[in-house]
């Protein structure tokens, strides 16, 4: 009878970070307590809080900060029902944007399937806020699935952020254990599919946790299916295991497997992979180059209206 794999009970060195301490850090941090503002920052425990904060980056986490699905790599609190939504977030968001100077941020939510359109017309609320508030700002928005309800999708494209994201999170085999049952691996390819039938034009991205038993050949082969759909920027991080509650890190994956990750991914033809054991889907958002291509790629638009069904890529 052979023995459980035991998860890895030491950081190896290149998943060492400094602590938090940079004075823009605090000024994010008090201005978000001052306008009761969420951030993933903070509640998904991401571990490069104090250099992207310290670097004028931050992700706002908008309809509150409890979830209705109870996926087993995520931190979040979980329950059936989520808070009353906040009619003066999208304000607060924008206001909070402006006075920070961001050129390029990232807006994202918790699950909120207790909601009839899953909380679409608050993110595009908080779009449309943010791009009055600050015109040359960036808006790159974090989604969930929506159930795959294209019409919840398309409010949100129609709100014209510069790069809509969903995350695919793991491979198709792991799907099952660490998402939560109503986030499959299909529907979430058929959302990104369905942004780029409403508006070919749009950015999408998309992300993958490793270190979770999969094997390189999944990776790979999801790498495949989010090209398969268009997506146009991916990030592969190191997943870190929150609490002993959520599901078993496996392994620390080695920088050079990383690295691999990224130079297949840009000979599929990803415009850009961010590939390394500290990055998360909104790590360092703000970074030049995806700044630079959209500004180099296409002007501001408004997409025409999509009256198409789902369709299955």
């Known amino acids: ?19 938090p301490g940079a004075p823009r850090y605090h000024d994010i941090k008090t201005k978000a307590r001052s306008l ?11 571990p490069n809080i104090g ?7 931050a992700t706002f986490m908008v309809m509150g900060h409890v979830c209705t699905r109870g996926c087993r790599f995520c931190a979040v609190t979980t329950r059936r029902r989520g808070v009353d939504l906040d009619p003066e977030e999208p304000a607060n968001v924008a206001a909070a944007i402006q006075e920070m100077g961001l050129d ?9 399937d207790d909601l009839a359109d899953g909380g679409a017309a608050h993110f595009a609320a908080c779009i449309r806020a943010t791009r009055a508030a600050s015109p040359r700002t960036m808006v790159e928005v974090l989604i ?9 999708v398309l409010a949100v494209v129609e709100a014209e952020p510069e ?11 792991l799907t ?10 299909r529907q979430s390819l058929d959302v990104l599919a369905a942004i780029k039938r409403i508006d070919p034009e749009r950015f999408t991205k998309s992300s993958i946790m490793v270190g979770l038993g999969e094997s390189e050949d999944e990776v790979v082969a999801t790498m495949e299916d989010l ?12 997943y870190l295991q929150p609490t002993d509650k959520h599901a078993r890190l496996v392994e620390y994956v080695h920088p050079d497997v990383f690295e691999r990750y990224r130079e297949l991914g840009e000979a599929m033809g990803f415009s850009y992979v961010a590939s390394g054991p500290l990055v998360r889907s909104s790590y360092k958002a703000g970074e030049f180059f995806i700044r630079d291509y959209i500004q180099r790629r296409r002007p501001a638009r408004v997409p025409e209206r999509y009256t198409g069904a789902a369709a299955t890529p």
């Open 1 to 19: 009878m052979s023995t459980p794999e035991r998860a890895p009970n030491r950081k190896p060195p290149w998943l060492k970070v400094q602590m």
């Open 104 to 112: 390029y941020v990232v807006i994202t939510s918790v699950d909120r």
């Open 163 to 173: 790069v809509i994201a969903h995350n695919i999170e793991v491979p198709e085999r």
């Open 144 to 152: 969930p699935d929506f159930q795959g309800n294209v019409s919840h």
């Open 36 to 46: 009761r503002l969420s951030t993933v920052c903070e509640e998904a425990r991401c």
């Open 227 to 238: 090209r398969r759909v268009d997506v146009d920027f991916l990030t592969v991080g190191q």
């Open 51 to 57: 250099e992207c904060w310290g670097g004028g980056t």
């Open 176 to 185: 099952p254990r660490i998402r939560d049952p109503r986030a499959t691996y």
